[in-house]
């Protein structure tokens, strides 16, 4: 469904109620299609609403009727406005999502794919109300060197740099390679697995604790031996 040629369903945040009401009076009352539409984009989205939203919703009625007809777009819009409030605050807690996709991805432990579904939730959500992130290549970079896998963020770092030597990446690319990349590193038996330096940093530390503990251990052992018993002590006293 399209007012004023924008897409209701990818940018209701773009458009107004009112202004969608004014584009709906042009033709509600009229035997087209479009005003065909327009009732059963309404019929439809009052019949998927549970017993509770619909009584919500119809104390509202005066918002999404037109001269005594139910208008779907506008009954789309007040439902939207109604479950994500298009105000400034969200727009705000949206773009500070995408500058911290580093946390999200240290909470996520290194899900690649949830990360990246994570992403286009939020551009989208910013699309849906008339805005747009022009950092989010940046964003990318430095929510993915977050992950825990060492050949992933190699590999993410190679991407990096070929990207400040020119390289053409743009965000959608830069997903799909991170995508591919882990699932070529899984399918190999890859993923998070230790690298020859970091097997032997967990193997001196391994024998170092063993160490500590056999020193904690002789420590007492030479403590108590040293400790004169009750019963010479007595003897010499006599």
Not at 11 to 35: M, P
Not at 68 to 93: C, E, N, W, Y
Request: aromatic content about 6%; charged content about 25%.
């Amino acid at each position: 469904m399209t007012v004023e040629n924008v897409d209701l369903l990818q940018a209701h945040g773009t458009l107004t109620l009112n202004q969608i009401r004014d584009h709906c009076t042009n033709y509600i009352q009229l035997q087209t299609r479009q005003a065909q539409s327009s009732y059963e984009m309404y019929a439809c989205i009052m019949a998927s609403l549970t017993d509770e939203g619909r009584t919500k919703i119809l104390t509202d009625a005066d918002k999404y009727t037109i001269n005594g007809i139910q208008s779907g777009p506008s009954l789309f819009k007040l439902i939207m406005s109604k479950a994500a409030v298009d105000t400034r605050s969200t727009v705000l807690h949206i773009r500070t999502a995408l500058t911290n996709l580093d946390c999200y991805m240290s909470l996520i432990k290194g899900d690649i794919n949830k990360f990246n579904q994570y992403v286009c939730q939020l551009r989208q959500d910013l699309l849906a109300r008339g805005q747009q992130t022009t950092d989010l290549l940046g964003n990318l970079f430095k929510g993915y060197k977050t992950c825990t896998d060492k050949q992933f963020t190699d590999y993410i770092q190679r991407k990096k740099d070929l990207y400040e030597e020119g390289e053409a990446i743009d965000e959608d690319s830069l997903m799909i390679d991170a995508l591919n990349k882990v699932n070529s590193i899984k399918k190999e038996g890859q993923w998070n697995t230790l690298s020859p330096e970091q097997e032997k940093l967990v193997t001196l530390t391994s024998q170092f604790e063993q160490l500590k503990d056999k020193n904690l251990q002789l420590s007492k052992k030479l403590q108590g031996s040293s400790k004169p018993k009750s019963n010479q002590f007595k003897k010499k006293k006599d």
